[in-house]
């Protein structure tokens, strides 16, 4: 089956072995997303601001290969600090609100850079129009 690939350009895609987003099928798997934008945060000590980037940013992968927001059934977030949850929960409402993925958020100890509060996943259905 063809694989289709959507590479941001960042140093640790090649490094690492990944692409930011991958459509097989009509099945479209977005990697964790951070706000990360030539090598900086984006939004520090802000995770409203964070999320929004990063969900623009997954919205730009999805485009490429085909999709758009409403295509998506599922969203991860991992943040760094639970108790910001609304922050976040209202960045993802507004770019879920009428789609309501399934969603899961969950804290974790810290992401790759220190500055870096929210992670986010997503896959996506391709509906075929044929």
């Known amino acids: 089956m063809q694989r289709t690939k959507v590479f941001t350009g960042s140093p640790w895609e090649p490094l690492v072995g990944y692409c930011r987003a991958i459509r097989v099928g009509n099945r479209i798997?977005?990697?964790?997303?951070?706000?990360?934008?030539?090598?900086?945060?984006?939004?520090v000590?802000?995770?409203?601001?964070q999320t929004r980037y990063i969900l623009q940013t997954i919205e730009k992968a999805l485009q490429e290969l085909g999709a758009q927001m409403s295509d998506v059934v599922r969203t991860r977030m991992f943040v760094t600090d639970i108790s910001k949850w609304m922050e976040i929960g209202k960045a993802h409402g507004e770019f879920f609100r009428e789609v309501q993925p399934a969603a899961t958020m969950v804290e974790v100890k810290a992401l790759i850079d220190p500055l870096l509060l929210v992670e986010i996943e997503a896959e996506a259905i391709v509906e075929d129009h044929r």
């Open 29 to 43: 798997e977005v990697a964790g997303t951070t706000a990360m934008k030539d090598g900086a945060v984006v939004g």
């Open 45 to 49: 000590d802000n995770p409203y601001e």
